[in-house]
């Protein structure tokens, strides 16, 4: 069974394959995700969308065009400090009606 963790990266391997402009939109507003057609089509079974896959790719063409495997920590990423207002209970319907309200519509009510 996977992580919450691995949901998580499975989802974020689909939302890439949305395309950059529907990512960093979603990045930039979560809660747009309900504007989605495919998400709203989910909704209220919540069935997973994701692409483990996806976070394979750039290790896949490598060893293809090297045969090698790539060296550990290849790209210095440098990420944004996570903003603490996001850090709170995701179970907690009260809340992510809140903070998600249009998400939550679709899936809690």
């Known amino acids: 069974m996977a992580s919450a963790t691995d949901g998580f990266d499975y989802f974020r391997g689909w939302l890439i394959l949305q395309g950059r402009e529907v990512f960093e939109h979603i990045v930039a507003d979560p809660d747009a995700l309900a504007d989605l057609p495919v998400i709203r089509a989910q909704a209220p079974g919540a069935a997973y969308l994701e692409c483990e896959d996806t976070l394979y790719i750039a290790s896949r063409a490598y060893r293809a065009a090297t045969g090698g495997e790539l060296p550990p920590h290849p790209f210095p990423i440098r990420h944004?400090?996570?903003d603490p207002a996001w850090d709170f209970d995701f179970?907690?319907?009260t809340?992510?009606?809140?903070r998600l309200p249009r998400l939550a519509a679709l899936f809690l009510d």
């Open 95 to 98: 809340g992510m009606k809140r």
């Open 91 to 93: 179970d907690d319907r």
């Open 80 to 82: 944004r400090e996570l």
